[in-house]
C-alpha cells in the first residue's frame, strides 16, 4: 500500500496553474494515484474565447487523461474550477467560492506563474511575487490546510555557479518591489530593471527568486515546502512516455530543428542540460506535499529537483539524439532537412545565422510572393532568433545543484512509494528519453499521425533533390561569373575541360583496341 496515495485519499487539494504543463501531470497523477480524494479545486481564468467549464472539459477529455478515467470515472465530479485571476486582487474570486475554499482546503499546490523570459517587470512581479504573496494570506486563513507546496525554479539563483536547497536574499526587498510597482510607471520600471535584476539574465529568473523570499517572509506557521525543478522536459513514464504539450523549454527549439528552421545553435556541447521530466517533478512533489504534512519539519524545506549531479547528460549528446530521432521518425512538411549544429562563438554565430536562418527565409519568402501567396517565413525565422537569443544564456553554462534535501526525502519512502512515485533520476536513459520526447513532440504537441511517416520521408528526399540542385546551379552561376570576370579562371576552366577531353578520348581508345 503507498502511504503517499493514502495520504491524498479524502483530501481537498487546491492546485493553481492546474491548465499549465506542470499542472496538468500533477492533477493527472492525483487522480490516477488517489481516485478517492475529496475534491480537487483548480483556480482558472476564461482564456481564448473558452470559459471555465470548456477549459476544464477540454483538459479532462485529452489524451493525458484517459488512463484516469479507467480508475477514476466521476473525474468531472471531482475536479472544482473556480473562477480566478492571479492577477487581480483577492484573485477576483467570488465570496462564495473564497468561503468554500478557506473551509475546506487541506493541502496547496501552488504552480501559477508566468514563466515568459520577457516579460514586463510589472507583469512578472504581479504573478511571480505579488499573487504568492496573496496566496499565503488566503492559506493563513485556512483552518484545516496541512501543506503549501511552493513550486519555483532550480535557476531562481542562476547568477551563481553552486545552489545549495537554501533560500538566498535579493539585494532589494520582495515588499519594497511591490510597492515601487503600484506607483512607478512602465518607463521607469523599464530603466530600473536591469539594475533590479542584476546578474540574473532575465524578470523571470529574478522574480521567482523574489517568490521564494516572499514564501519564507510570510510562512508564518504554515507548513510549507519549495520544489525548485531545473528545466522540465516531457514525461519519462508516466502516464505514458513523451507527453508533452507546450513549445516552452528545449520543445520549441526541438520542434525548430526537425522542422528544418534550426541549424545552428550557439551552445556549448559539454555543458550540462540539466532537464528534469514532469512526471518526476510531480512524483516529487507529491512526496514533499505528504513529508510537509505528515512529518512537519520545523523550517522550510528547499528540494531541488534536478538531474545534472546525479546522472548527468549534456547538450551535445542530447542534440544528436534529437537529430538522430528525426532521421528515423521525421516530422511532416519540413522546411529543409533537419539538420544542426553547435556553434560556440560569436562571429560563427552571426555566420551561420546569415548563411544558414536569414537567407534561405528571404529565398523562401521571394519564392512565396513570386508565386502570390503573402510571406512569412521571415517573421518566424527572426523569431525563433529571438528566442535563441533568450535561451542561450542558459545552454552555454553549468551549474551544480546539491541534492541534500531531495536525497533524503527519497530515504524516507517506502519501497512501494518509491516506485509509485519515483523521482530517482539516476534510473533514467537520457538517449531513451530524448527519443521519447521527440515522438511525443511530433505526437501529442503537433498532432501528426505515426502513419504519414512514409509521406514524410518522401518530402525529406525531396527537399535534399531540392537542395542539390539548388547548389549545383549556385555554383555553375558563380563560376560562369568568375569566368567571364578571371583571367586565371579562364585558364584553370581550359586546363580542365582539355584535361576531361584528353581522359574521355584516351578511354576510348583503349576500349576500342579492347575489342
Ligand atoms: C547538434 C544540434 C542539434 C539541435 C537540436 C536542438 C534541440 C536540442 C537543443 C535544446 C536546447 C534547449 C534550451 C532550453 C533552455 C531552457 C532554459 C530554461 C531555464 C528555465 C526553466 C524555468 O524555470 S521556466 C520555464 C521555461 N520557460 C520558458 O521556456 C519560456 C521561454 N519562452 C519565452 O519566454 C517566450 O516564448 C520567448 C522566447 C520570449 C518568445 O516569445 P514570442 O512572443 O516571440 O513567442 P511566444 O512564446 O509568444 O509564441 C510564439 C508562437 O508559438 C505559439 N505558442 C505559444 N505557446 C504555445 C503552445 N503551448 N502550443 C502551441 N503553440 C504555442 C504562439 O501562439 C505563437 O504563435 P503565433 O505567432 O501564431 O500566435
Ligand atoms: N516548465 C519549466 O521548464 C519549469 C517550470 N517551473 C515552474 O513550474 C511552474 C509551472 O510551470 P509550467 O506548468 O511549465 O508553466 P505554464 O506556463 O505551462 O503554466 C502556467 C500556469 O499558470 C497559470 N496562470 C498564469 N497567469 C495566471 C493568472 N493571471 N491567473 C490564473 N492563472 C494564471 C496559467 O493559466 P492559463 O492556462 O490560464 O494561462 C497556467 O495554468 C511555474 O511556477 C514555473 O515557474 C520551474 C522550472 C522549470
New binding site residues.
Given amino acids: 500500500m503507498s502511504m503517499i496515495a493514502d495520504f491524498y485519499g479524502g483530501k481537498s487539494i487546491l492546485i493553481t496553474g492546474a491548465t499549465g504543463f506542470l499542472g496538468k501531470v500533477l492533477m493527472e497523477k492525483l487522480f490516477r494515484t488517489s481516485p478517492d480524494l475529496r475534491v480537487i479545486y483548480i483556480l482558472v481564468r476564461p482564456k481564448a474565447g473558452q470559459t471555465l467549464q470548456q477549459r476544464v472539459f477540454q483538459i479532462l477529455n485529452s489524451k493525458l487523461f484517459e488512463k484516469v478515467k479507467e480508475v477514476c470515472p466521476n473525474v468531472h465530479e471531482k475536479i472544482r474550477a473556480i473562477s480566478a485571476d492571479l492577477n487581480q486582487n483577492d484573485f477576483a474570486i467570488s465570496m462564495q467560492d473564497m468561503q468554500e475554499l478557506l473551509s475546506y482546503t487541506d493541502i496547496i499546490f501552488h504552480c501559477a506563474a508566468t514563466?515568459?523570459?520577457?516579460d514586463h517587470l510589472r507583469h512578472a512581479v504581479q504573478l511571480n511575487v505579488t499573487a504568492t504573496q496573496q496566496l499565503l494570506l488566503m492559506a493563513s486563513q485556512m483552518p484545516n490546510l496541512e501543506a503549501f507546496i511552493h513550486i519555483s525554479?532550480?535557476?531562481s539563483n542562476c547568477n551563481l555557479k553552486h545552489i545549495d536547497e537554501v533560500i538566498y536574499p535579493c539585494p532589494v526587498e520582495p515588499k519594497k518591489i511591490i510597492d515601487s510597482m503600484e506607483w512607478l510607471d512602465d518607463a521607469i520600471i523599464d530603466e530600473i530593471t536591469p539594475k533590479l535584476i542584476g546578474d540574473r539574465p532575465n524578470t523571470?529568473t529574478y522574480t521567482?527568486a523574489l517568490g521564494e523570499m516572499v514564501v519564507q517572509q510570510e510562512s508564518g506557521k504554515l507548513n510549507i515546502a519549495i520544489i525548485r525543478p531545473?528545466?522540465?522536459g516531457a514525461t519519462w513514464q508516466e502516464p505514458f512516455p513523451g507527453w508533452v504539450?507546450?513549445?516552452?523549454?528545449?520543445t520549441g527549439?526541438?520542434v525548430a530543428?526537425g522542422k528544418g528552421f534550426?541549424r545552428s545553435?550557439r551552445?556549448t556541447p559539454m555543458a550540462v542540460a540539466d532537464l528534469i521530466p514532469a512526471d518526476i517533478v510531480v512524483n516529487l512533489t507529491l512526496a514533499v506535499g505528504w513529508y510537509t504534512a505528515v512529518h512537519r519539519p520545523k523550517s522550510t524545506l528547499i528540494y531541488h529537483c534536478t538531474s545534472g549531479n546525479l546522472n548527468p547528460c549534456n547538450?551535445g549528446k542530447?542534440?544528436?539524439q534529437?537529430?538522430a530521432t528525426f532521421e528515423k521518425i521525421p516530422l511532416e512538411r519540413a522546411f529543409r532537412r533537419p539538420k544542426?549544429?553547435?556553434t560556440t562563438n560569436n562571429v560563427t554565430t552571426q555566420y551561420w545565422n546569415a548563411v544558414s536562418h536569414r537567407a534561405p527565409a528571404i529565398i523562401y519568402d521571394f519564392y512565396l510572393r513570386l508565386t502570390g501567396r503573402k510571406p512569412r517565413m521571415t517573421k518566424l525565422m527572426n523569431?525563433l532568433l529571438?528566442?535563441l537569443s533568450?535561451?542561450e544564456y542558459?545552454?552555454n553554462r553549468s551549474w551544480e545543484w546539491s541534492t541534500y534535501n531531495t536525497e533524503m526525502l527519497m530515504s524516507k519512502l517506502s519501497p512501494e512509494d518509491q516506485r509509485v512515485f519515483n523521482f530517482d533520476v539516476r534510473q533514467l536513459n537520457w538517449l531513451e528519453y530524448i527519443e521519447n520526447y521527440v515522438l511525443g513532440v511530433k505526437k501529442y504537441?503537433l498532432k501528426e499521425d505515426m502513419a504519414g511517416i512514409p509521406e514524410a520521408k518522401q518530402h525529406l528526399k525531396r527537399l535534399r533533390n531540392i537542395h542539390y540542385l539548388f547548389n549545383t546551379a549556385l555554383f555553375l552561376i558563380a563560376w560562369r561569373l568568375l569566368i567571364a570576370r578571371s583571367q586565371v579562371a579562364r585558364n584553370v576552366w581550359f586546363f580542365i575541360v582539355s584535361f576531361c577531353y584528353k581522359f574521355l578520348s584516351y578511354f576510348r581508345a583503349s576500349s576500342t583496341l579492347k575489342v
Fill in positions: 514563466v515568459r523570459f520577457d525554479t532550480a535557476f523571470y521567482k531545473s528545466i522540465v504539450d507546450n513549445i516552452n523549454g528545449p527549439l526541438i530543428a534550426l545553435i551552445a547538450w542530447m542534440g544528436i534529437v537529430l544542426a549544429d553547435f523569431r529571438r528566442t533568450m535561451l542558459f545552454i504537441l
